[in-house]
């Protein structure tokens, strides 16, 4: 077994709050500075700029988990993430679904691009991709699973745009593969304040939407070696397999 340095929330230049030095190759290059193995990428109702980011990342020896950051109906941020560009296509199509057709104001909220290899613009996201989407958490939950994908709900200790902050409660009946909690609070404290969650895998990541906040949260995965299944059983504890929030 071996300790693999994970930071599973990181946003591209594609999302609005992204910075725009926030490209593929600066992602990569930072990964590499802070010794990251695993690195996912997570921008708002988006998976658009992935691929070109897992297809550079397998080249220069760093895994890419790639899927978005969901801002379901309620408001609540929940990571996702799927194994193959099939299952990534077909959820990008429910986005497209159900995200509202409101245009992005680029100079209030700032550019939607996302880029190729080389940093030029492929495209544009023309809806403002910070709103809800107009499906519930279930409904968004129910969608991952059902393309075999991880759904972990975001940052539940922030006051704004977490499960806990949007509906006070993690509902029981809410099938969830991990929880994470943001950089400012330990796995100890959450758990202190929330005994209930004790029986559920804690991750963190940094949430970066600058390069030099890459890495600043790191998640250790134990297993043997890095692919969407052994992540998938670390998060679930099985075969000595684990997950620890390491800084």
């Known amino acids: 077994m071996k300790t693999f340095r994970a930071d599973l929330h990181i946003h591209t230049l ?16 930072k990964a590499r500075e802070k010794n990251l193995d695993l690195i996912g990428i997570t921008d708002h ?5 992935c691929r070109v980011i897992r297809e550079m990342g397998a080249d220069c020896g ?5 899927g978005a950051e969901v801002t379901t109906l ?4 929940c990571l996702v993430y799927f194994d193959t560009f099939c299952q990534l296509n077909d959820f990008q199509k429910f986005l497209d679904i159900h995200l509202p057709n409101l245009k992005n104001d680029v100079k209030k909220f700032g550019y939607q691009v996302y880029v190729d290899a080389l940093n030029n613009i492929k495209g544009a996201e023309e809806r403002l991709l910070i709103n809800a989407l107009d499906a519930s958490i279930d409904e968004v939950e129910k969608e991952v699973h059902r393309l075999n994908g991880l759904f972990i709900p975001a940052h539940l200790d922030k006051q704004r745009f977490s499960i806990i902050s949007q509906l006070g409660f993690l ?4 099938k969830v593969d991990a929880l994470e909690i943001s950089p400012f609070t330990s796995p100890d404290e959450w758990v202190s304040g929330h005994p209930e969650h004790k029986k ?9 939407h600058y390069p030099d906040q890459i890495g600043t949260r790191i998640t250790g995965f134990i297993m043997n070696r890095v692919n ?6 670390a998060l679930k ?11």
Not at 228 to 233: D, G, S
């Open 14 to 29: 594609l999302s609005p709050c992204g910075d725009l030095e926030m490209s593929p190759d600066v992602i990569l290059a």
């Open 45 to 49: 109702n988006s998976t658009r700029q």
């Open 62 to 66: 760093i895994t890419v988990l790639t």
């Open 74 to 77: 309620e408001e609540a941020h």
């Open 171 to 174: 509902p029981p009946d809410l």
């Open 200 to 208: 559920y895998c804690l991750i963190s990541g940094s949430d970066a």
């Open 228 to 233: 969407f299944e052994e992540i998938r059983n």
């Open 237 to 247: 504890g099985e075969s000595n397999r684990e997950v620890i929030i390491m800084n």
